[in-house]
């Protein structure tokens, strides 16, 4: 069974222009997350989907950030338009159920704005 | 101010010996906690959990320990081998949402042949 998978493993782009990222969550799991490591900080949670829902959003930074999930499976997470400060790495997650489960990760998209 | 926190950015230890990693947290609501090890140029893998209804947790050479009037848990490793080295999370949520979790810096563990 294919893991979470994330595209692209690398993006740099420029500061100003747009950047889509996209995330396939393990087949038949309802729950989806979006997380971002800044410096090798912590990972920090952005938003969970259930299904094609927003569940919890409360960790966007701000209205730059757009994450959609159509028909619930695959979600994209666009930033438009790009600064310096969202240079990071993009975690996807997914999980089947809420509880006592955790989340698989994939393997991230490093983001650099130059 | 962090929720999560692991004060040791980095530990080394001898293949063989225990590893001990340190995890506090500040959020009374955190009810479920999990750690998980990353490799280089991976994602986030997990390696065991616990609920707060317990106080440990074992699985193979992975214990977690967790002492919720001191809101600290830690992660054991013992035998450390070579093959443990990478960067390990503690993260915290809710037993509800396991999946929306809070995570500290990491530790980056290096054990020595």
């Known amino acids: 069974e294919a893991g979470v998978t994330q595209f692209p493993s690398h993006s740099v782009i420029e500061k100003g222009q747009t950047v889509t990222l996209r995330c396939d969550p393990i087949s038949g799991h309802d729950n989806l997350y979006w997380y971002r490591r800044v410096m090798g900080k912590e990972i920090k949670f952005l938003l969970h989907?259930?299904?094609?829902?927003?569940?919890?959003e409360s960790g966007m930074p701000n209205n730059r950030f757009l994450a959609e999930r159509t028909g619930g499976t695959y979600s994209t997470l666009k930033v438009q338009p790009a600064e310096l400060e969202d240079s990071g790495v993009y975690f996807c997650a997914s999980s089947a159920s809420l509880l006592n489960t955790e989340a698989f990760f994939g393997q991230g998209t490093r983001l650099t704005v130059v | 101010d962090q929720q999560v926190k692991q004060n040791s950015p980095s530990l080394s230890v001898q293949e063989g010996r225990i590893s001990i990693l340190n995890c506090d947290y500040t959020n009374s609501m955190f009810d479920y906690f999990l750690w998980y090890k990353k490799y280089p140029a991976e994602g986030p893998t997990f390696l065991i959990s616990?609920?707060?209804?317990?106080d440990k947790n074992e699985d193979g050479r992975f214990t977690v320990f967790l002492n919720k009037s001191a809101k600290h848990l830690s992660l054991h490793i013992v035998p450390s081998q070579p093959g443990d080295s990478a960067v390990y999370f503690c993260a915290a949520s809710a037993v509800t949402n396991a999946g929306k979790s809070t995570f500290g810096d990491g530790t980056t563990l290096t054990v020595k042949p």
């Open positions: 616990i609920s707060s209804i317990k």
């Open positions: 989907f259930v299904k094609e829902s927003k569940q919890d």
